[in-house]
Nanobody, 126 residues
Framework: QVQLVESGGGLVQAGGSLRLSCAAS????????MGWFRQAPGKEREFVAT???????TDYSDSVKGRFTISRDAKNTMFLEMSRLKPEDTAVYYC????????????????????WGQGTQVTVSS
């Protein structure tokens, strides 16, 4: 059973920082690309960041570029370092994983991903 579990969400003031984690279990994710998405109330789930299985390729949405950093370690854990947070970053954040046949492949849409976590709430107050 593949399982992704997010943690690290919470309430923070605008300008502050948070670090989200996504722990993967149930199989080896060394050949899986991973990503972060978010969904605010009344809005569709949107892409935030993605990282290839070999960690050499990353990409970010324009809205978070320069403020967020995606990374992953060798123990099946992915991270999202979020800084200079804004009220518009408020959302439920989801991690996702998908099998990647190519070392540098990354994926930007929800339909590309096979596995999802349950989400963690991030609230940024003004």
């Amino acid at each position: 059973q593949v399982q992704l579990v997010e943690s690290g969400g919470g309430l923070v003031q605008a300008g502050g920082s948070l670090r989200l984690s996504c722990a993967a279990s149930g199989r080896t994710f060394s050949d899986y690309a991973m990503g972060w998405f978010r969904q605010a109330p009344g809005k569709e789930r949107e892409f935030v960041a993605t990282i290839s299985w070999n960690t050499l390729n990353t990409d970010y949405s324009d809205s978070v570029k320069g403020r967020f950093t995606i990374s992953r370690d060798a123990k099946n854990t992915m991270f999202l370092e979020m800084s200079r947070l804004k009220p518009e970053d408020t959302a439920v954040y989801y991690c996702a994983a998908t099998f990647s046949a190519g070392y540098n492949r990354i994926f930007h849409t929800p339909d590309d991903y096979e596995y999802w976590g349950q989400g963690t709430q991030v609230t940024v107050s003004s």
